[in-house]
T-cell receptor, first 119, second 116 residues
Framework: SQTIHQWPATLVQPVGSPLSLECTVEGTSNPNLYWYRQAAGRGLQLLFYSVGIGQISSEVPQNLSASRPQDRQFILSSKKLLLSDSGFYLC??????????????????FGDGTRLSIL | AQKITQTQPGMFVQEKEAVTLDCTYDTSDQSYGLFWYKQPSSGEMIFLIYQGSYDEQNATEGRYSLNFQKARKSANLVISASQLGDSAMYFCAMRGLKAAGNKLTFGGGTRVLVKP
């Protein structure tokens, strides 16, 4: 079966420090991978997604970047954190592709999330 | 572009009663899918139920059912026989046929608190 691991679970960082959050998926090949951010009591904002190694699409301009150095590894990074980067970060995966002319009915499966506090 | 609207920020429900969570959507895609997720206070996102735009039957999964009204562009989640463990945030999401990378668009969520 497929599993997704995300770490760390919580992180407290000073303003201006770098960031690296890691997400790995097991039990599947060539998954679609996603990074979301969630402000307290709010919905999920998609930050990045990737359909393959080295392929990253950014959804919103921001202080963060993403990389996919291996098929099942997705990394969220920042060189200098801002106070506004605080939040709950979720990684997710879904099976690749879909049938032609049919929307994929496969849900995204989420990691347990990282609570990031910037001081 | 796709948009999901959940107009109920929060609601109380009595244990063992049913509750309906509203979700309306907007899309130009002819084919799309609607998903509901549950997020307990611990933070993990749990997939509950899926409804395809061309599915003839409303989706059901145990105590969860979807009241899908395509003409009204609504996909309301019904939770029957509420339990204390149903207290959580609930998110409606959609995916259009043209969604690159099989992306999902999420609504703002509804917080449900089940009272004993």
């Amino acid at each position: 079966s497929q599993t997704i691991h995300q770490w760390p679970a919580t992180l407290v960082q000073p303003v201006g420090s770098p960031l690296s959050l890691e997400c790995t998926v097991e039990g599947t090949s060539n998954p679609n991978l996603y990074w979301y951010r969630q402000a307290a009591g709010r919905g999920l904002q998609l930050l990045f997604y990737s359909v393959g190694i080295g392929q990253i699409s950014s959804e919103v301009p921001q202080n963060l970047s993403a990389s996919r150095p291996q098929d099942r590894q997705f990394i969220l990074s920042s060189k200098k954190l801002l106070l506004s980067d605080s939040g709950f970060y979720l990684c997710a995966w879904s099976p690749p592709g879909r049938m032609p002319k049919m929307v994929s009915n496969q849900p995204q499966h989420f990691g347990d999330g990282t609570r990031l506090s910037i001081l | 572009a796709q948009k999901i609207t959940q107009t109920q920020p929060g609601m109380f429900v009595q244990e063992k009663e049913a509750v309906t969570l509203d979700c309306t959507y907007d899309t130009s895609d002819q084919s799309y899918g609607l998903f509901w997720y549950k997020q307990p206070s611990s933070g993990e996102m749990i997939f509950l139920i899926y409804q395809g735009s061309y599915d003839e039957q409303n989706a059901t999964e145990g105590r969860y059912s979807l009241n899908f009204q395509k003409a009204r562009k609504s996909a309301n989640l019904v939770i029957s026989a509420s339990q204390l463990g149903d207290s959580a945030m609930y998110f409606c999401a959609m995916r259009g046929l043209k969604a690159a990378g099989n992306k999902l668009t999420f609504g703002g969520g509804t917080r449900v608190l089940v009272k004993p």
